[in-house]
């Protein structure tokens, strides 16, 4: 059993920045990829960004060259960096991971970009 708490979240206006953070705990040895989604409503959840245990990244099309995601096994933490932040960023960001070939999910965290 893994729990994936996400915090960073709030408003920001065109441009700015924020920076997500997922802790994981419970058997958080058995994790694998992990990385984070996002979902606005009446749309299907997104991909922003994977990271593998070894540190292979991926980033979605959408946020390439503005997000970066950096994963910390010793602190059981996953974060997301998103810079020059757009309003169509607007999302519940949700953490994820995979655990014994089974996704878990955060409960997620509001980012609202507007002026």
């Known amino acids: 059993q893994v729990q994936l708490v996400e915090s960073g979240g709030g408003l920001v206006q065109p441009g700015g920045s924020l920076r997500l953070s997922c802790t994981a705990s419970?058997?958080?040895?058995?994790?694998?990829?992990m990385g984070w989604f996002r979902q606005v409503p009446g749309k299907e959840r997104e991909m922003v960004a994977l990271?593998?245990?070894?540190?292979?990244?991926n980033l979605g099309n959408s946020v390439r060259g503005r997000f970066s995601i950096s994963r910390d096994d010793a602190k059981n933490t996953v974060d997301l960096q998103m810079n020059n932040l757009k309003p169509g960023d607007t999302a519940m960001y949700y953490c994820w991971a995979v655990l014994s070939g089974s996704p878990v999910w955060g409960r997620g965290t509001q980012v609202t970009v507007s002026s």
């Open positions: 419970g058997s958080v040895e058995l994790l694998r990829d």
């Open positions: 990271v593998s245990r070894g540190g292979g990244y």
